[in-house]
């Protein structure tokens, strides 16, 4: 059963980043990744639908202010 305990993030991660906005086959290599969220997080996949504008458009502060957008 150990093949599959992956399986349930990998599912999750892919469908969020596709109703992101990310290609389906760059959703696909990012979810599938064995790096946890911290390094995922540096991927291209998630840097796009991830960005800065996106948590500005939810209303979030900057954690620094003298960083532009």
Known sequence: ????????????????LIRLGVEPE?????AWSAQGPWRI????GVRMVLSNGYFAAMGLPRLDPRASI
């Open 26 to 30: 760059l959703a696909h290599r990012t």
């Open 1 to 16: 059963m150990e093949a599959m305990e992956g399986v349930p993030v990998y599912r999750r991660r892919k469908a969020e």
């Open 41 to 44: 997080s540096h991927t291209l």
